[in-house]
């Protein structure tokens, strides 16, 4: 059955749509991830505009991260205080992410960068995972404990004025870093259309030390957020939030997400972790692949206004 | 002959007399003048037309749409249409836009965009059916004239003054005609066009699901000989209806409530999911 998506302009299929959001949101349950860095990929693989693909993948994460949200919210485990000034510096990233994004789609070099993007934080983030998953498997099988890291206490963010103390959390730092890691990954939202806590769980995690039972709720918490406030603005600015495609993929991704989270029950962590790494090397090396192949087409047609070019 | 007659009936007893008339006078004639023909302006064969409809709405499941152009050749000519020297031609043209034509160049390995090409006017949307090739229609330059055919569309470069044009322009016209005509907005078929009986024709053009929103004007030629006789234009719209239409116009024209609302949409299905599955939670 195809559909006709207003803002794209162009007939889908409803069921593959449908399928991908199930898809992606079991892969998102099973593994606990956001899966915009999987579902904005795949939208642009099946010939959906990036700009369109992006803009409306930020507003499907919403609706992925209010459930999500809302089961830590219940089990009290997200730092507030933490999510709001994460939240100050992901707003103004998201801002200046939409405005880099209408500037690059002008000059024609939008896909580009977004692809050069994905490439470089799913190609290192997933060779990280990896990396660290074959290391705790290696740990599991030869029989050793599993060694919990002790980060140093004390490092050079600790200096920084301006402090604030998060009770949740049990922290007292500097707000800069905090405003610092919001307004990086508020970037990473806007022009990936992703949630960004494939970077804010790291960050939190290892730069500030953040406990890891309210890391999850908080970066959750923040992305409903920021992602909700780059809807907006991509609405606004660029008129690319398709929101009959995000419907689709959003009910696909609730439902999917449900039986992800019963299947990723049953694997190890280790085990999700690889797997995960995988998914997300095969997805870069994907993308990296349409970078440096000869494309199919070297020319384009861009509709343009040249009254205002002038 | 000089009143033109209403009914079919009297019209076919005319033509009879004009028949005979012209078999005898026609060889003289173009003995005597060659390739130029004179008729009376009376006698000329004109083109009737009318379009299947007045209206193509989009919709969420419209998937493109064939429109038909039916349409007759009056006054015309017995022997011409006995030897099948008509040629019907139906253009459709889309609402015009400026495009901007760009070239990917592999900068370190990977492929950018690099130069581009800005053209005025070009239609969006551009299909021609007739009943016969092109080029057995009409001379290259008759057609030019009348911007029928892809190939013979005219694009118009526009230039900025601020790029450098290294490559010349004809590869990026080149590719912007063979673009369009991948994404089927640019079509030519010699056969789209069909006559039903003697001076009757139906031609039926594809409107694909991407075909660009706005007034498209639909142009009937006639040509015998090569020579354009006659043609008759008329207009559809393609527009956005119901609930597209709605979704559409909010965005543009109001994008902080549009986004408003698609966030709306996002918490509440959202929410809904863990009502639906979260209580075992």
Known sequence: ?310 | MRSRPAIRGELRATELICLIALLLVIPGLAAAQGPTRELEAEDRETIQMGISTDLIPVNSNFAGEEIAVFGAIENADRIAQVLNEYSVVVVIRGPSEDVLVRRKERVFGVWMNRQARAYRNVPSFYAVASNRRLDAVAPNDTLRRLQIGVSRLSLNLYSAGTQTFILPAPQFSRSLRRLRIENRLFSEDSSGVAFLGTSLFRATLNIPSDVPIGTHTVTAYLFRDGQHLSSRTGTFEVRKQGFEELVWSLAHDNGVIYGLLAVLVALVTGWLGSVVFGRGR
């Open chain 1, 1 to 310: 059955m195809s559909i006709y998506l207003p803002i794209a302009e162009l007939s889908v299929n409803v069921f593959v749509l449908f399928g991908m959001g199930i898809a992606v949101g079991f892969l998102s349950g099973m593994f606990g991830v956001g899966g915009g860095f999987l579902m904005t990929p795949l939208l642009i693989f099946y010939n959906i505009p990036p700009a369109v693909a992006v803009a409306t993948g930020t507003n499907q994460i919403v609706a992925s991260s209010v459930s999500g949200a809302l089961a830590h919210f219940r089990r009290n485990t997200i730092d507030l205080k933490l999510g709001t000034v994460l939240l100050a510096g992901g707003i103004a990233g998201a801002a200046l992410g939409v405005a880099a994004f209408s500037f690059l789609r002008s000059i024609g070099q939008l896909d580009l960068i977004i692809a050069i993007m994905y490439v470089v934080f799913l190609g290192s983030i997933g060779t990280i995972m990896l990396v660290e998953s074959l290391r705790a498997r290696r740990r599991v099988k030869s029989g050793g404990r599993v060694d919990v890291r002790r980060p140093g206490q004390h490092n050079w963010i600790h200096g920084l004025p301006l402090k604030m103390r998060f009770r949740k959390s049990k922290l007292y730092l500097s707000a800069i870093p905090v405003v610092g890691i919001g307004l990086a990954v508020g970037i990473l939202v806007s022009i990936m259309g992703v949630g960004g806590g494939f970077i804010m769980v790291p960050a939190l995690i290892y730069l500030l030390h953040v406990p890891t039972n309210v890391v999850i709720g908080t970066s959750l918490y923040q992305i409903i957020f920021v992602t909700a406030f780059t809807t907006v603005l991509q609405a606004t600015a660029n008129q690319t939030v398709d929101v009959i495609l995000a419907l689709i993929l959003m009910v696909g991704g609730v439902i999917g997400a449900q039986f992800g989270a019963a299947a990723g029950l049953r694997l190890r962590g280790d085990q999700l972790r690889s797997l995960l790494a995988l998914l997300v090397l095969a997805v870069c090396l994907r993308l990296a692949f349409d970078l440096v192949v000869q494309p199919a087409n070297i020319y384009s047609i861009t509709p343009v206004n040249l009254e205002t070019i002038q």
